[in-house]
């Protein structure tokens, strides 16, 4: 198996960025700005606008925003990873507030919030290779614990579309530690940075 090369998303690989997300599943229509809106500024934007969002965002961070993976030259995967108070959608979600210990505003809480891959790539060890990326970018960073809201396939298959927060088992395999169970299919995880 080829090794799974990554960088960081910034302006100049926008391109490679769309490819990734137009490549199976949400990742077109939602560029990834679902982390990062609230419910009502979800609903009011279109995908052209969540574009834009992603592209400034891209063009105003000193910091990624999130890790591109590359086989061959290729790209094939992105995940996103910051620090959780940025991701305003997740500090409001009931899977955040009831399932983590750590408090919302905490800067040094980072979170790994979405995964997408190519769906040609997928089963390479793309999300793999990106959340080893993730773990570094985020202890680079600052980060003194590593968040993630996966589902626990497990409990209940299920589609790849889905699965866009990562398997339970891929964190676990990380070295990540169940610290909540605020569903019966979704957990929250932490890895001490």
Not at 46 to 72: H, I, K, N, Q, T
Not at 101 to 130: K, M, N, T, Y
Request: aromatic residues 6%.
């Amino acid at each position: 198996m080829a090794t799974v090369e990554i960088r960081p998303a910034t302006a100049e690989r926008w391109d490679d960025l769309q490819r990734v997300l137009a490549g199976g599943g949400d990742g077109r229509s939602c560029q990834c700005a679902w982390p990062v809106l609230t419910n009502r500024e979800w609903s009011a934007t279109s995908v052209d606008e969540r574009s834009d969002l992603l592209r400034a965002e891209l063009a105003a961070r000193d910091s990624a925003p999130g890790l591109l993976g590359y086989l061959d030259g290729e790209p094939v995967g992105w995940v996103r990873v910051g620090p959780r108070p940025a991701l305003r959608r997740l500090i409001s979600s009931r899977v955040v507030t009831s399932g983590s210990q750590e408090p919302l505003d905490d800067a040094s809480i980072w979170a790994v919030s979405c995964f997408s891959v190519r769906r040609e790539f997928r089963r390479h060890g793309v999300v793999g290779a990106l959340l080893s990326a993730a773990i570094e970018h985020a202890r680079a960073g600052g980060g003194r614990i590593l968040e993630a809201y996966p589902f626990d396939v497990a409990a209940k298959p299920r589609t790849s579309n889905e699965l866009f927060v990562g398997a339970l088992s891929t964190f676990e395999g990380a070295g990540f530690a169940v610290t909540g169970r605020p569903t019966e299919t979704r957990a929250v995880v932490a890895l001490d940075l």
